[in-house]
């Protein structure tokens, strides 16, 4: 995929067929004008989300989940999730509704995801990573690859992978097949 698809893939919006036909040159100068400009409108952004993670630590969670869910999109919770200590998201993670959470991590790094798996009550984390296998199976592999093992094998126990050897050439995700079929044994 090409840098400029790359980058456009992460909003979710299809990229515009027109964009395909400009020249290397006009591609690379529209994606820094889009870099530019997003970069300026979210500009302060990373502070304020800074901030909502100090707030909401001295506000108990019967309060602070309920307002989550109705009135913080799953992007901007993910954002201030990004700012908190792994400890202190995994604790609302374990309380957010499946749905909602599951909506947050989409929009956050697997590295990130994974930490906060390895720390969730077993069950929470089972039946995000059974649902993940199910819906977004490519976007669990990414995550997996970052899973300590006893998450890892929760995955080899609910993921069914392909049979022939042949199925996983060029794959991008072999070497955690692998260790994923290596644990299925």
């Known amino acids: 995929m090409s840098e400029l698809n790359e980058t456009l893939a992460r909003t979710g919006i299809p990229v515009p067929d027109l964009l395909e036909e400009l020249p290397s040159a006009q591609k690379e ?3 820094a004008w889009a870099r530019e400009m997003v970069e300026h409108e979210t500009e302060g952004f990373e502070e304020l989300f800074g901030a909502i993670g100090m707030i909401v630590k001295y506000i108990p969670h019967f309060i ?25 998201a995994t604790g609302y993670a374990n309380d957010l509704p499946f749905e909602y959470f599951g909506e947050v991590a989409m929009h956050l790094e697997c590295s990130l995801l994974a930490q906060i798996l390895g720390k969730m009550r077993k069950h929470s984390a089972e039946k995000f990573i059974h649902y993940e296998l199910q819906h977004h199976l490519n976007r669990m592999l990414d995550i997996a690859g970052h899973l300590e093992d006893r998450m890892l094998e929760i995955v080899a126990k609910h993921v069914t992978l392909p049979e022939h050897e042949d199925d996983l050439v060029r794959h991008p995700h072999t070497e955690i097949i692998m260790k994923i079929r290596t644990l299925q044994k």
């Open 29 to 31: 100068t529209i994606l």
């Open 64 to 88: 602070v989940i309920p307002l989550m869910v109705e009135h913080i999109r799953p992007r901007i919770a993910a954002g201030v999730c990004r700012k908190m200590s792994v400890d202190q």
